[in-house]
């Protein structure tokens, strides 16, 4: 790989970058399992050059962004990627792998055997209560959604 000058090593975006590509190729790195040991890789252009990458990507709108792919079951390429706050992050999780409704949000609560309903808002939380049907918790989940995220 020929070596590239673009003096922005040590920036934000930079940053980014490399975290990216430690996430999805380095095995001994705390979150691999979660992303190159589920198959996420980084795209052949971008995991050569950090300049492919800026190109594509560009400034973050300030230094809290950080990349967000936007379907989760993709890896990161310029076409599923994006500079995404915190918030906006949060909203595009994905389904834990423990949670048999396969639903964000709404989980079953194994010693009441009830569906319980959450949604987090600025970091926090909010138990929206315990519903008998899976129906009806994802309801008061989608409701959440439409009143807190509008």
């Given at each position: 790989?020929?070596?590239?000058?673009?003096?922005?090593?040590?920036?934000?975006?930079?940053?980014?970058?490399?975290?990216?590509?430690k996430?999805?190729?380095?095995?001994?790195?705390?979150?691999?399992?979660?992303?190159?040991?589920?198959?996420?890789?980084?795209?052949?252009?971008?995991?050569?050059?950090f300049?492919?990458?800026?190109?594509?990507?560009?400034?973050?709108?300030?230094?809290?962004?950080?990349?967000?792919?936007?379907?989760?079951?993709?890896?990161?390429?310029?076409?599923?990627?994006?500079?995404?706050?915190?918030?906006?992050?949060?909203?595009?999780r994905?389904?834990?792998?423990?949670?048999?409704?396969?639903?964000?949000?709404?989980?079953?609560?194994?010693k009441?055997?009830?569906?319980?309903?959450?949604?987090?808002?600025?970091?926090?939380?909010?138990?929206?209560?315990?519903?008998?049907?899976?129906?009806?918790?994802?309801?008061?989940?989608?409701?959440?959604?439409?009143?807190?995220w509008?």
């Amino acid at each position: 790989m020929e070596r590239e000058f673009h003096g922005m090593k040590g920036t934000s975006e930079y940053n980014s970058w490399a975290s990216m590509k430690k996430r999805c190729n380095y095995k001994k790195h705390d979150t691999y399992p979660n992303y190159g040991g589920k198959g996420i890789k980084v795209c052949e252009k971008w995991n050569n050059s950090f300049i492919k990458f800026f190109e594509d990507m560009g400034l973050k709108p300030d230094k809290t962004y950080t990349i967000d792919r936007i379907n989760n079951e993709e890896g990161y390429t310029p076409g599923n990627c994006r500079w995404a706050s915190k918030r906006t992050q949060s909203r595009n999780r994905g389904v834990q792998k423990n949670n048999v409704t396969k639903t964000t949000g709404v989980n079953l609560h194994k010693k009441t055997n009830r569906y319980k309903a959450h949604i987090t808002v600025d970091y926090k939380t909010i138990h929206l209560g315990y519903y008998a049907t899976i129906d009806e918790a994802k309801k008061v989940r989608l409701d959440a959604e439409l009143k807190y995220w509008k």
